[in-house]
């Protein structure tokens, strides 16, 4: 699945696409586009144009229009730019079609996506769940990409099953996504079995949109070294940790980011990496408040939790990043009074829309940390002295 000679050398150059329709604005797009370049700059890519385009639907041949696609080319070839993607996913024969009339390898968001989790993946069971989630992109996109997947040229999208036989042949990528299936479903067992065996300790997870600051709130509460990056999907595997909290014990892990447009086939294929949080007894939703639409994320969050069927679990919102906040939304002029009561009123907003499971911390800053442990200790507790009232002496 992960072809090592394939993972670039040299950052490519990259021209990002989006199209806006009626139900979003132009800053929405450019919003979307500026998280694109941050996962092409993720993958290895250096993002060095934006284009969009307002159309009522896409395309159905090149995705965008004619004028505009010409308009892409000669920037691209007058650049250099090395790479194009799209910000929605295409068809196998606009792909096929967009490479042709622009000589230039084409992308869609999920494909890139897919490049950073197999450059990620570490584990046998990352490196399946990637493999099986590459394969069902393929799979509908086989009439029209044989070209495009004959690449043998390094570079993000390059990183996808590597046989040209396998590639073109439908009835043996079928066959490939079953035994992936198979050998997917038995490292589940497994994974269960693990987590069965962790007995009757409450289990708190760690959820959020990628890149909110989830393993440095992890590295702070369990007082131990996970690994965090100022990159999207730094974490892939789950990582739990065992925490005491005067004397009351629990397990705190910490999961994959989402994000939106999330490639379905990788949700289907991360099934067991997110039983870690269907089976959480506590979410701690992190959200960082210092990104300028990190209301739109917060729902991207929501809807994913309701699709996995964990948006009924206790849920506890952690606003990191304060630190970042004032300093984007308030002006060195402002007057201290005015920025005690601007931060009032973001408080008292989401302590009402979450009916007080509200907290406002910093992780980097290490700011309103002891608020945040007492909050989950008692949440824990109460957990404890529900479901285990035998051990209410011992906690």
């Known amino acids: 699945m992960i072809d090592n000679k394939n993972i670039i050398s040299n950052e490519e150059r990259a021209v990002l696409v989006g199209l806006m329709q009626k139900n979003n604005t132009e800053a929405q797009l450019m919003e979307y586009l500026d998280e694109l370049a941050f996962l092409a700059e993720t993958a290895g890519a250096t993002a060095i144009k934006s284009f969009f385009q307002k159309l009522p639907h896409p395309d159905s041949r090149t995705f965008v229009g004619k004028g505009k696609l010409e308009e892409i080319k000669q920037y691209a070839i007058r650049h250099n730019a090395t790479l194009i ?20 390898k084409t992308i869609d968001r999920s494909d890139l996506i897919l490049d950073i989790f197999a450059r990620r993946a570490k584990t046998a069971q990352a490196k ?45 990528v079928k066959d490939k996504i079953t035994l992936l299936r198979k050998r997917l479903s038995e490292i589940d067992k497994q994974s269960s079995t693990q987590r069965k065996e962790r007995g009757t300790f409450i289990r708190v997870a760690l ?3 990628t890149n909110v600051g989830k393993s440095t709130l992890m590295q702070v509460l369990s007082k ?53 949080v269907r ?29 996995i069927g964990a948006f009924d679990k206790p849920i506890l919102m952690i606003f990191n990043k304060m630190d970042q906040y004032e300093l984007r939304t308030f002006d060195e002029w ?15 907003r989401w302590d009402n829309e979450t009916h007080g499971n509200a907290i406002f911390v910093s992780a980097t800053e290490r700011s309103n940390i002891d608020l945040l442990r007492e909050t989950i200790l008692e949440r824990v507790k109460r957990l404890y002295e529900e479901r285990y009232p035998f051990l209410n002496s011992f906690y």
């Open 85 to 104: 993607i799209f910000d929605d996913e295409l068809t196998g024969s606009q792909i096929s079609n967009i490479e042709k009339e622009t000589g230039i």
């Open 128 to 172: 399946t769940q990637v493999e099986l989630a590459q394969y069902q992109y393929i799979l509908p996109r086989l009439k029209g990409m044989w070209k495009h997947l004959e690449r043998q040229g390094g570079g993000i999208g390059s990183r996808g099953p590597g046989e040209t036989e396998i590639e073109t042949d439908r009835r043996i």
């Open 207 to 209: 959820v959020g949109y």
């Open 224 to 276: 131990s070294e996970v690994f965090a990056e100022n990159k999207l999907f730094a974490t892939l595997e789950t990582t739990t940790r065992k925490v005491v909290f005067e004397r009351t014990p629990f397990l705190l892990s910490d999961t994959v980011g989402f994000i939106r447009k999330l490639p379905h086939h990788l949700v289907e294929s991360f099934k067991s990496t997110l039983d870690e």
């Open 279 to 307: 089976e959480a007894d506590i979410l701690l939703h992190v959200v960082d408040v210092s990104h300028p639409q990190y209301e739109d994320q917060i729902a991207v969050v929501n809807t994913t939790l309701q699709d």
């Open 334 to 348: 402002l007057d201290d009074s005015v920025k005690k009561d601007l931060l009032k009123q973001l408080h008292r």
